[in-house]
């Protein structure tokens, strides 16, 4: 089995939860997630104060699939999240050794 988790713009969630959801995936995780990449600052104005901030607000995406569906969830993530095109999006794979223990 693999662990896919893809780190995307808030603004693909939906476009990224369809794509996956015409390949059959309808079971994932969301978090709301913030992410730092050491180059990126962004500056606002909160309650009156002003900020800068170099993190900025990024959804998780986590996916469990066997081996053999790995490859779609990876392509339909990429393309649908931008990641194909350029950095805006990333994609992480990992081996899980066992995975939905409770309907073992």
């Known amino acids: 089995m693999k662990k896919i988790e ?3 713009n808030p603004s693909k ?3 990224v939860k369809g794509g996956l959801s015409k390949i059959g995936i309808n079971c994932m995780t969301i978090l709301e997630a913030k992410y ?3 180059h990126t600052t962004r500056s606002g104005m909160y309650r009156g104060t002003n900020y800068t901030t170099d993190f900025l607000p990024k959804v998780k995406v986590e996916v469990v699939v066997d081996d053999e569906q790995a490859e ?3 392509g339909v993530m990429a393309k649908t999240s931008g990641a194909a095109d350029n950095a805006d999006s990333n994609i992480c794979v990992s081996t899980v050794e066992r995975g939905n223990l409770a309907l073992a």
Do not use: N, Q, S, W
Request: charged letters at 15%; proline letters at 0%; hydrophobic letters at 60%.
């Open 6 to 8: 893809a780190l995307i």
């Open 13 to 15: 969630i939906e476009t």
């Open 36 to 38: 730092c990449d050491g």
């Open 72 to 74: 779609a969830v990876i």
